[in-house]
């Protein structure tokens, strides 16, 4: 038994080095991925649309982490255009209390006619506006402001239009 006790204290030696050094980094190794993906789901809870897991190997991990880049950058993506169209609609929302406020000031109905084509046309960025205003018997739209050489031709000559005719009116 006193003969083996080297061997025994050199293999106990042994088996803890490896316990120490060799089971850490290949659990690490093993477990690297999953941190990563771990790490990706943190982030897109944040809101860090931009972080991508990073595609270590070609495993079910990797086309995992293939599948979930995809799904983070179709993301991103939406999450760009509702931001556009947030800020396209404030714009919008920011230009109608303009020209509420214009509405309000003016002294007269043709004055605010002719205020509100100016800034609808400016501000909104069409190269054509006309308001039609609807008659006492409710059945022609008539031209009362419009933009332009020949919407003031059109309004000169007392241009109407049938309502719920055919029209864009």
Do not use: C
């Amino acid at each position: 038994i006193n003969s083996f006790a080297p061997y025994s204290l050199l293999l106990i030696l042994l088996a803890t080095l490896f316990t120490v050094i060799v089971v850490p980094i290949a659990s690490n190794r093993l477990l690297r991925p999953l941190r990563n993906l771990t790490e990706f789901a943190q982030r897109m809870t944040r809101g860090d649309w931009e972080y991508r897991v990073p595609i270590e190997s070609a495993d079910e991990v990797g086309m995992l982490s293939r599948s979930l880049n995809m799904m983070a950058e179709e993301l991103s993506e939406s999450y760009r255009s509702l931001e556009d169209r947030v800020s396209d609609r404030t714009r919008q929302l920011r230009i109608a209390s303009q020209v509420a406020r214009v509405v309000i000031s003016s002294p007269s109905l043709a004055d605010l006619l002719r205020r509100g084509v100016e800034l609808i046309k400016s501000q909104f960025g069409y190269y054509h506006v006309s308001i039609f205003l609807i008659d006492e018997e409710g059945e022609n739209a008539q031209l009362a402001e419009s933009s332009g050489e020949i919407g003031q031709a059109l309004k000169a000559r007392g241009h109407s239009l049938k309502v719920g005719g055919q029209s864009v009116i």
